[in-house]
């Protein structure tokens, strides 16, 4: 059975950083291309950042290009979200998602705020 | 960016009938590949993203036939043949045709009359 379990959210201040985790299992990972996918509260979804199998291979959605790094580490099954210069509009439920947006893990809130 | 646009926003619909969520993209969706990479998404109240469909008209592992999708080019459908009460929540197109970004449209609330 596939799981992708979020760790790392909380409250923020503007200007902050915070690191998201997501640990995956039940299918091999090396192989999967990875994505982290937000949602606001009460809002739609929004593609973040995406990155290859091997981990050659990162992409950013403009809104967070520059701020936010996206890696992988294979050896220990596990995707992180590295995340500078918080915005209040980047307060959201952080998804990871692998094989093609099929795979989804619960999400973790990140809250950016004084 | 490819636009996607979902319609109805918000979609009333009675328990064993059918209902119809429309998704349009501000250009073609047809990859280079030749495939069209157009999932749809269920989001059920409180509950993570589920994809019920890939490339216009394939059904995810366990989802119920009566979902299906359709469509070609810029114009891409969802239907669900007759609603049941689990069927309640938020469904969302995306395209992954011309990446980065991916893009979802807006989102159609469906909910029991």
């Known amino acids: 059975e596939v799981q992708l379990l979020e760790s790392g959210g909380d409250l923020v201040q503007p200007g902050g950083s915070l690191r998201l985790s997501c640990a995956a299992s039940?299918?091999?990972?090396?192989?999967?291309?990875m994505s982290w996918v937000r949602q606001a509260p009460g809002k739609g979804l929004e593609w973040v950042s995406s990155?290859?199998?091997?981990?050659?291979?990162?992409y950013y959605a403009d809104s967070v290009k520059g701020r936010f790094t996206i890696s992988r580490d294979n050896s220990k099954n596990r995707l992180y979200l590295q995340m500078n210069s918080l915005r209040a509009e980047d307060t959201a439920v952080y998804y990871c998602?692998?094989?093609?947006?099929?795979?989804w893990g619960q999400g973790t809130l990140v809250t950016v705020s004084s | 960016d490819v636009v996607m646009t979902q319609s109805p926003l918000s979609l009333p619909v009675t328990l064993g009938q059918p209902a119809s969520i429309s998704c349009r993209s501000g250009?073609?969706?047809?990859?280079?590949?030749?495939?069209?990479?157009l999932s749809w998404f269920q989001q059920r109240p409180g509950q993570s993203p589920r994809r019920l469909i890939y490339?216009?008209?394939n059904r995810d592992s366990g989802v119920p036939d009566r979902f299906s999708g359709s469509g070609s080019g810029t114009d891409f459908t969802l239907k669900i043949s007759r609603v049941e009460a689990e069927d309640v929540g938020v469904y969302y197109c995306?395209?992954?045709?011309?990446?980065?970004?991916?893009?979802f449209g807006q989102g159609t609330k469906v909910d029991i009359k």
């Open positions: 995306m395209q992954g045709s011309h990446w980065p970004p991916k893009t």
């Open positions: 039940g299918f091999t990972f090396s192989n999967n291309g």
């Open positions: 490339k216009v008209s």
């Open positions: 250009q073609s969706l047809v990859h280079t590949d030749g495939n069209t990479y």
């Open positions: 990155i290859t199998g091997s981990g050659d291979g990162t």
């Open positions: 998602t692998g094989g093609a947006e099929y795979w």
